[in-house]
């Protein structure tokens, strides 16, 4: 199956600094998704985002599809964006089966 | 507000015992998703359907089963063949035309054993 690998598997920043997640994976995809899960264990949806760049406020989020990695940039950071970032992944045949990474652990200290 | 409500958000199993899981959806979605996710870990896909009437195996179905009589209602039954069914359980929905489309989650529930 489709391989996804999420780096760095932790950060900790100071409120205020910039951050860069990666994903990478292993095959061509028809869909990728970000995800934010909060402390709380609530999956909130931050990008659909099978190629091309999207913002959103503070986040922004940049896939290159032809070299297979996806990038979420978290511009400013405060405390409440702390919690666990999942990259997923839907590859062409798989017909809306996501495939998870195993997410990036970011915690932000005020 | 349209969503998706999973219920109990806090679940504790007997040995031995079935118990089911609630998942609606008030989205008008056709397809319906049940993932499993571990300490530490991503999620990984347990049943998804595309349509009523319809499901199929995800990545670890063993031990789980579903039923999809309506199209608002994806109930999941962790049965006593799962031997290991401590995890938070996360079920999800995506629009008509379900390839391509981006996934909306509920907000989960925790399964432990007495």
């Known amino acids: 199956g489709i391989q996804v690998e999420q780096s760095p598997p932790d950060l900790i920043l100071q409120e205020g600094a910039n951050s860069t997640l990666r994903c990478n994976f292993s095959?061509?995809?028809?869909?990728l998704q970000w995800f934010h899960q909060n402390p709380w264990g609530q999956l909130i949806n931050l990008f659909y985002i099978p190629s091309g760049t999207k913002q959103n406020g503070r986040l922004s989020a940049t896939t290159v599809a032809t070299e297979r990695y996806s990038l979420l940039y978290i511009s400013s950071s405060q405390t409440t964006d702390s919690g666990v970032y999942f990259c997923?992944?839907?590859?062409?045949?798989?017909?809306?089966?996501?495939?998870f990474g195993q997410g990036t652990i970011l915690t932000v200290h005020p | 507000d349209g969503g998706i409500t999973q219920s109990p958000k806090y679940l504790f199993r007997k040995e031995g015992q079935n118990v089911t899981l609630s998942c609606e959806q008030n989205l008008n979605h056709d397809a319906m998703y049940w993932y499993r996710q571990d300490p530490g870990q991503g999620l990984r896909l347990i049943y998804y359907?595309?349509?009523?009437?319809?499901?199929q195996k995800g990545d670890i179905a063993e031990g789980y089963s579903v039923s999809r009589e309506k199209k608002e209602s994806f109930p999941l039954t962790v049965t006593s063949a799962q031997k290991n069914p401590t995890a938070f359980y996360l079920c999800?929905?995506?629009?008509?035309?379900?390839?391509?489309?981006?996934?909306?989650f509920g907000d989960g529930t925790r399964l432990s054993i007495l």
């Open positions: 359907s595309q349509i009523v009437n319809d499901f």
């Open positions: 095959d061509s995809v028809n869909n």
């Open positions: 997923a992944v839907e590859r062409g045949t798989s017909y809306g089966k996501l495939t």
């Open positions: 999800a929905s995506s629009p008509p035309g379900a390839s391509n489309q981006p996934q909306h």
